[in-house]
């Protein structure tokens, strides 16, 4: 398909189609595309056979017939060149014929240095070169040069030179290139057209064909008013196909492309027509690999109907939740082309490697909230032969001892998961000893950017001080959810969390009436760039407890502030209400943080300084809440398991610094 006007053959006529500049030296061709969605960049710039100069100027030569400038142009300015060497070959004892200077700007002038044939051959070379070649690959040289600055939009260029003829003997020549490259061209227009199925449908009212191109022609790349050169000609082109093929039409390809130079006005049109091929619909899954685990487990996982296009999206997505069901090993999705003639039943090809059965995961750690521990993790992911996984996770350390279990089904057509598990922990504090167990049954889903659980829960609880033993027990319907809009979820830069928790409960304690207790917690998190190298963070987080005056909610529904995720200068749950001079839950909570950070050099990446200042605590109330005031410095390392912190912080209340670290290692 070709865009050529008519009249483009005419004398005078000001539009000049790109076919007609013939193969652009070294940086690709703008001519025409017929065949392929992108024209090849990078080629070695073809040497001239003859000379071409500007129609303009009359060459003029020497008394030996060389070269030496064109006729009407003005001297170049000596100022501001760097002279290049046609020859490094001759540092070395070689004889070559040529030095070239190129006074251009900095980004055309590597251009021109590395495509010139004149300059290039004296880099390649290390024997002499007959003095006819030099001369003429000089005479060749100024048409060479605006073929390859038409490649960057520039066609309009001036190209002056110079020679000066060897002082001495076996000395080379000296060239001088002078380029005024003038303004650079701009897209005037664009026409962007379909074919095949695509267009088709669109005209027959497919809102998903007409979302299609819609999406595309906004999305294009070099818009009108752009800067035009061939890279982002190419670029554009290649980026609309890949969304194209991406949106479901996988065999699609360009029909036609072309631009067109208008160099009186410094302008280019667009011309691309995509033959969009079949639009391939979801058929059959075809599973391989699979041995212990179920194909219904594979299959709802996709989450898509028969006859949903089979988008890139889609693809991605039921790849990544292959990921991270945890039953695999190894996964591979891809689209089966081979048939396009049964585009709208395409089958999608998916390949497996289960996991084993079982496993086992050792960790050590520390942190300065509960000190040094270690802990064993047991994964079983066929249970009694059912479509069950158990996990199991047993820790102990100096100041936290608790065991987890859960065994939940394998996801089902909504991706839904029940679960049945417990929990008992031991867990001390600065003044007290809390012993909790728990049982919870309930459903919960990971949807990526969305995690949701909803469960009922019986727990009991005792906390022990040097003054008084409580017991509570303990029965709620519960509700979580976890939000994210991240950049990266194990390093986060950009974007912002949120996690909710609703529950409404009976509880029983003691020296307490036994009533109803609702509690709310939310938890918001945001994460900004500052310019090149400073990044923000913050953190707002919030609870309540809401109950009568003599109804106790179990300790582990209440809140406490203090530690590394918390308030930093003060210890670990040590922020609460104070009653007979012991640290207790309060029925409130507020905390809030603002971080500062950027990496120490550029040669550190990875590692990180921050500033930092925290406030908040737990009360009986809002109204009795008293924020402590935490700040300090601390250094952040970025491994690819996530962030690991030292930080040293001062606690304005209790006047003194205390250091916060967390690390940990899994083997």
Known sequence: MTFTRASAQAPGCRWLTLAALGALAGCGSLTPDHS????????????????????????????????????????????????????????????????????????????????????????????????????????????????????EGYFNARVVLQRQPRRTAGAPDRVRMTVQP????????????????????AAAGDAYADKVRVDLRAGWALAPGEPFSNDAWSSAKSQALAR????????????????????????VRLFIVA??????????????????????????????RAGTPVTETLLLDFQERLQKVGLFAGVSVTLDTSDPANAERANIVVRLAESALQDYTFGIGVSANTGARASVT?????????????????????????????ISTHPGPDLYRNLLGGTVEWLEGDADIVLSQRLRLGRTVDLGRIERLYFVEAE??????????????AYSLNYHG?????????????????????????????????????????????????????????????????KDGLVIAPDSQRFRAGGDDSVRGYGYRSLGPISNGVVGSGDALLTTSVELARPFSARLPSVWGAVFVDAGNAADSFANLKPALGYGVGVRWRSPVGPLRVDWAYGHELRRARLHFSVGIAF
Do not use: C, M
């Not at 060459?59 to 760097?82: I, K, M, S």
């Open 36 to 151: 392929s969605p992108t024209t090849p960049a990078g080629a070695a710039a073809p040497a001239a056979s003859a000379p071409s100069l500007p129609r303009e100027a009359k060459p003029q030569y020497d008394a030996q017939g060389r070269l030496v400038g064109l006729e009407g142009e003005a001297p170049p300015a000596a100022a501001g060149n760097v002279l290049v060497t046609a020859g490094e070959a001759a540092q070395a004892g070689g004889t070559l014929g040529v030095e070239v200077e190129i006074d251009a700007p900095d980004p055309l002038k590597a251009l021109l240095e590395r495509h010139l044939d004149v300059v290039r051959l004296g880099r390649l070379t290390r024997e002499e070169v007959d003095e006819a070649e030099w001369s003429r690959l000089i005479d060749a040289a100024p048409a060479q040069a605006r073929e390859l600055l038409q490649t």
């Open 378 to 406: 047991h994964v079983y992911r066929r249970v009694f032969g059912h479509a069950w996984t158990a996990r199991n996770k047993a820790e102990i350390g100096e100041k936290r001892e608790a065991w987890e279990g859960e």
């Open 482 to 546: 976890v939000w994210r809009e991240l950049d990266s979820v194990v390093l986060p830069t950009f974007g912002y969390t949120f996690a909710g928790q609703a529950g409404i409960g009976r509880s029983k304690a003691t020296h307490a009436e036994t009533g109803p207790f609702t509690r709310a917690y939310a938890r918001l998190t945001g994460y900004l760039p500052l310019g090149e190298s400073w990044y923000a963070q913050a953190r707002i987080e919030a609870g309540k407890v809401f």
């Open 275 to 304: 033959d969009s091929g079949p639009l391939f619909r979801l058929g059959q899954v075809v599973i391989d690999g699979l041995h212990a685990q179920d194909a219904e487990t594979v299959r709802h996982l996709l989450v898509a």
């Open 244 to 267: 194209l093929r991406a949106a479901g039409y996988a065999l699609a390809t360009w029909s036609g492309t072309a631009a067109q130079v208008d160099r009186e006005r410094n302008e």
């Open 182 to 201: 003038g303004p650079q061209a701009r897209i005037s227009r664009l026409t962007y057209e379909f074919d095949g199925d695509l267009e088709r449908a």
């Open 460 to 473: 009991r609880a005792k906390r022990e001080t040097a003054l008084a033993t409580t017991r509570a027990i």
